[in-house]
């Protein structure tokens, strides 16, 4: 056999294994099954949601003078800094200042009259029916002179409590109405930020809602997370969102400038308390049942990504996620989508893991 024959059949040879290994190799491939997945309960707290929200002063009044006018002392500017009971503005006092000295001077006479009849009462030189007259008389006067010396307090318009002029809506020297918007004045030194959460979300013990960990993202400091506090959660769904409202307080930062009407990004995750009650909230399409009912898991070795059937304790559901109590522990991976095509043994690639508890 010549060197060129030895030679060619050398070649045909490594092309035959070369193509067998490959075809080896991709069946080996194709019984590999591609599901998603997610590492459970990494940390006390559970799965993270995110939602946009608004931020909103914490104290949000619209003043108003309760009696008309013309307004005669405006000191307060668009983005002016009050303390409580700083002066905001002024209608002209002039003839609310003269209809209290008049009921000023009613109550006196009142008074008087009414001091005079009591001591001829004793004296037995007028009768009780007298007397009452007077007291009436004096109530009369007391409460014209209590609502005069309100009208002329309600000239002056004063801050609240401490905070900045947000806007205003009128100019000085206007004739004003009672109850017309003079200026909105709010408190940020506490910020609101409100959400909307879809009722898909509001799955899960309500007892749960104290213990969760929220924070809040901003477009002008992405990279800063900003602590929230749960101050309010609506339990009744908007008519028309069906979405429940959520508000959570911080203070205001000094570091940057945060301020009403800016939107955020807001997370929220609920927490587990591991000492009691360790729970994790998975994703509904993670559970299945076996055919006597049993709710079932498929956990994943994240050695060898090979599955196994795991039973578990479903303890409440929402359309979105499902509270399992046992079964699982921190650290597990589970399978998330595929769970009714995967048999005992099966091997999956992990197409991207959700959900993680960070």
């Known amino acids: 056999m010549s060197k060129r024959i030895i030679i060619i059949i050398c070649i045909l040879l490594a092309v ?13 491939d194709d019984q590999v099954k591609p599901v998603k997945t997610m590492v459970v309960g990494a940390t006390l707290y559970g799965n993270e949601y995110k939602y946009p929200g608004k931020v909103e002063a914490f104290d949000d009044a619209m003043l108003a003078f309760e009696v008309s006018g013309q307004i005669i002392d405006f000191p307060a500017q668009r983005g002016e800094v009050l303390e409580k009971d700083q002066l905001i503005a002024q209608v002209d006092p002039r003839d609310f200042e003269n209809e209290l000295n008049a009921k000023k001077s009613q109550f ?25 007259i007077q007291e009436r008389n004096f109530d009369v006067a007391k409460a014209d002179l209590q609502n005069a010396q309100k009208a002329y307090n309600d000239t ?12 205003k809506f009128v100019e000085n020297y206007q004739n004003v109405q009672a109850k017309e918007p003079i200026v909105r004045f709010q408190n940020i030194e ?6 909307n959460i879809p009722e898909s979300d509001v799955g899960g013990d309500p007892k749960d809602r104290k213990d969760i960990k929220a924070y809040a993202t901003f ?8 602590d929230l506090k749960l101050f309010e959660w609506e339990t009744r769904a908007d008519n028309i ?32 308390n591991i000492e009691k009650d360790q729970y994790f909230y998975v994703p509904a ?50 399978a998330t989508t595929g ?6 043994g099966d091997k999956i690639r992990s197409i991207k893991d959700i959900y993680k508890g960070e």
């Open 285 to 334: 399409s993670a559970v299945f049942s076996k055919e006597d009912g049993t709710p079932v898991v498929w956990v994943v070795d994240q050695e060898t990504m090979k599955v196994q059937q795991k039973q578990v304790n479903v303890e409440s559901m929402s359309a979105s996620n499902i509270k399992i109590t046992e079964g699982l522990k921190a650290g597990d991976m589970i």
């Open 219 to 226: 477009e002008g400091v992405p990279d800063k997370k900003f």
């Open 156 to 167: 002056m318009i004063k801050a609240p409590f401490n905070g900045v002029v947000a806007q």
């Open 339 to 344: 769970v009714y095509v995967l048999s005992p």
């Open 241 to 272: 969102t069906h979405t429940f409202k959520v508000t959570f307080s911080m203070p205001a930062p000094t570091e940057t400038v945060i301020m009403p009407g800016m939107t955020a990004n807001v997370s929220i995750e609920y927490k587990g």
């Open 108 to 132: 006196t006479r009142a008074s008087s009259e009414l001091e005079r009849y009591r001591n001829l009462y004793e004296d037995d030189a007028v009768a009780l029916n007298d007397l009452e």
């Open 16 to 28: 035959v294994l070369h193509f067998s290994c490959n075809k080896s190799s991709k069946k080996e």
């Open 190 to 195: 506490t910020l609101k930020v409100e959400i």
